[in-house]
């Protein structure tokens, strides 16, 4: 019987511990993480919800650059096929789509919608190719610590069609995986508490809310065929400006840091024609800089694409997007990340204090 996505991973990530001849309870205090936990990754028994903790793991076990991408490449294949895995959910009602840009949203919270799948096959391809071969290739650009991927429409771009380019977006990234900040026009006390970071869509839906001052957007853009398509730019395009957003702002923690900065591409959504600048990252645990994103970058079936972009605004309520120039033999054109056929939302917040929420002080209050 073919292994599935996630032994695989399981196999290579307990592969690296083992010839590093480490315990886990040494492995544990190096990685900040319980013994329990890294071994039921190693078994298999878990899969991460996000990379971080792989690649803390596996740097702490003396992997190489190569390894690491490799390792990272397996790990999206089985955080990919767990997505689709799962049975289908009942669409969502029309009006939970998405929050309305002026009024207060209503007080019964909106069922959450069903994350929309790619078709069986396409994990098929990629987990027959990598498994079948025994070939490892390099990554793109870009370091998610995501959790798990649901897939995004194709946009509306009869070129990018032509290209045969598929893409899978997330805009609910927490820095670090614990830091973020919401505006909802709604009293804190009707606010419930701050979910898991792999829970934070639904919240956020639920609460009609809107990112504050910042979105992180991961995305993994691949072909559909082995043919390769060149990824030549990035760009980041502001639909629409408007006044920020005077809501309450929350904060969904009280303070935390990671000793993982992942490389990024930054844009300043309040600059009159945003440039997109990218930024190299840092691993505190190896103090190591990790190396900037760059362009160009060829796609295919078997070598995806992973972008990290990280926008920020003070002065405005922006709707925005995401556009790539590519090109493949004789025909180019430009393709459209979105947020499931909407442009992202980000607003600076009219708040003079964010609120963080304590239990023991009995809820939101001042940070």
Sequence with gaps: MENTPTEVFAARLRALKERSGQSFGSLAKRTHTSTSTLHRYCSGA????????????????GAERDELLALHRLW?????????????EP???????????????????????APRRRPLWLAAAVVAALVG???????????????????????????AEAASLDYSA???????????????????????????????ERWA????AVHGESTIVEATVRGTTADPVVIEALHVRVAERRAPLDWTAYDMSPGCGGALTPAAYEVDLDAERPVVRAREGYDGD???????????????????????????????????????????????????????????RTSGDGSAEALVHFPELGGWTGG
């Design 133 to 159: 071969l025994g070939v490892f290739w390099s990554l793109g650009p870009g370091d998610p610590d995501a959790d798990a991927r649901s897939a995004r429409p194709q946009a509306a771009d009869d070129t």
């Design 170 to 200: 997330r805009s609910h990234v927490w820095a670090e995986g614990c830091a973020h900040r919401y505006l909802v026009d709604r009293d804190p006390s009707l606010v419930p508490p701050p979910p898991l970071a792999q829970d934070a």
């Design 205 to 208: 839906l639920e609460q009609g």
């Design 91 to 113: 669409a969502p009602p029309v009006a939970a789509e998405r929050a309305p840009r002026d009024a207060a949203p209503a007080p019964a919270p909106a069922p959450a919608p």
């Design 76 to 88: 999206l294949l089985a955080d990919s096929a767990r997505g689709r895995a799962a049975p289908p």
């Design 46 to 61: 878990v899969l991460p919800a996000d990379y971080a903790p792989v690649e803390r793991l596996a740097r702490a076990c």
């Design 286 to 344: 190896a103090g190591e800089r990790l190396s900037a994103p760059t362009l160009p970058f060829a796609v295919s079936l078997d070598e995806p694409l992973v972008l990290r972009v990280e926008a920020r605004t003070t002065g405005c309520d922006c709707d925005w997007y995401i556009e790539l120039e590519w090109s493949a033999g004789d025909r180019s054109g430009t393709l459209r990340l979105d947020d499931g056929g909407l442009p992202f």
